[in-house]
Nanobody, 124 residues
Framework: QVQLVESGGGLVEAGGSLSLSCTASGLTFARYTMGWFRQAPGKEREGVSCISPGSLTTWYGDAVKGRFTISRDNAKNTLYLQMNSLKPEDTAMYYC?????????????????WGQGTQVTVSS
């Protein structure tokens, strides 16, 4: 059974940094495209960043380009998101997701497995 578990969320002041992690089990992690998505109250779920199985391709949403960095460690079955220069508008529940094979995008409907999410709150 596929399981994705996010961690690292919390409360941070604007301008600060936070690192998120997603540990995967029940799948051959190195064969999956992985992504981070977020959803704030009253808003639709949006793609934050995605990364190909071998880390050769990455994608970032316009709102986070230059501030967030996605990475993965296939030996540890772990996906990461380094979040810098955080803004109040980054406040949301952040979800880890997986899709088998190569996929160069962050469309939520194309991902198969989802974690429970970790809350990120940025104060002003």
């Amino acid at each position: 059974q596929v399981q994705l578990v996010e961690s690292g969320g919390g409360l941070v002041e604007a301008g600060g940094s936070l690192s998120l992690s997603c540990t995967a089990s029940g799948l051959t992690f190195a064969r999956y495209t992985m992504g981070w998505f977020r959803q704030a109250p009253g808003k639709e779920r949006e793609g934050v960043s995605c990364i190909s199985p071998g880390s050769l391709t990455t994608w970032y949403g316009d709102a986070v380009k230059g501030r967030f960095t996605i990475s993965r460690d296939n030996a540890k079955n772990t996906l990461y998101l380094q979040m810098n220069s955080l803004k109040p508008e980054d406040t949301a529940m952040y979800y880890c997701a997986a899709r088998f094979g190569v996929y160069s995008g962050c469309t939520s409907g194309d991902y198969n497995a989802w974690g429970q999410g970790t809350q990120v709150t940025v104060s002003s």
